[in-house]
């Protein structure tokens, strides 16, 4: 049973065009994380969330709106999607002892 | 700053040869470090986390110690599988808005050949 899910699982957006990833957890954690992905610079913090109906920025922001509507939903938001967007998208969520436990990702295209 | 270092970004083994991916880092806090292992295609998960100074930590055949003198937490494997084939990632754990947040470092691929 995945604790955490993601959808979809790939998307091709065009440039200009909005995007939304989902994120959906059943561990009753409280944090919850999106990253990007890309080759050579690992995994970098966009935004997080510690309680519903409040998000943070992360390391990455530009670009990216988060909404976190309830504890167990978590979307990152692309209001206006560009070509450096194209990554893989993790969701994860964050236990009390800081393991996070990942989503399968979400790999992205934008064209 | 608080950062993560793995200097190799792609390491290429033959099975049964020893491994050992590097991983420094620099933080002002008393904190974990973590491995995580994420195969093709998957989500990335947790191999190993640290514990006290200069004592090793085991998963799954690997293990690592973290050296708080060397601010190293290398991650070893006596014995290279096939099947370990696979980006890692080290992480760190720092303070964020009174909880904790990773800090990853690029990953290093490892590719064990036959």
């Known amino acids: 049973e995945a604790a955490v899910t993601q959808s979809p699982r790939s998307k091709v957006a065009v440039t200009g065009g909005k995007v939304t990833l989902s994120c959906h957890q059943t561990?009753?954690?409280?944090?919850m994380y999106w990253y990007r992905q890309d080759t050579g610079h690992g995994l970098r913090l966009i935004h997080y969330?510690?309680?519903?109906?409040?998000?943070e920025k992360g390391d990455i922001p530009d670009g990216y709106k988060a909404s976190r509507p309830s504890q167990e939903n978590f979307s990152l938001i692309l209001e206006l999607a560009s070509l450096s967007q194209t990554a893989v998208y993790f969701c994860a969520s964050r236990d009390s002892y800081a393991e996070q436990f990942f989503g399968p990702g979400t790999r992205l295209t934008v064209l | 700053g608080d950062s993560v270092t793995q200097t190799e970004g792609l390491v290429t083994l033959t099975e049964g040869l020893p491994v050992m991916l590097n991983c420094t880092y620099q933080?002002?806090?008393?904190?974990?470090l973590f491995w995580y292992v994420q195969h093709l295609n998957e989500a990335p998960k947790l191999l190993l986390k640290?514990?006290?100074?200069?004592k090793r930590t085991e998963h799954q055949g690997f293990h690592a110690t973290l050296h708080k003198s060397s601010s190293s937490f290398h991650l070893q494997k006596s014995s290279a599988q096939l099947s370990d084939s696979a980006l890692y990632y080290c992480a760190l754990s720092v303070p964020l808005s009174g909880s904790w947040q990773l800090i990853f470092g690029s990953g290093t691929q490892l590719t064990v050949m036959p």
């Open positions: 640290s514990s006290t100074d200069n």
């Open positions: 933080t002002a806090y008393s904190t974990f």
């Open positions: 561990n009753n954690h409280d944090y």
């Open positions: 969330s510690y309680v519903a109906d409040s998000t």
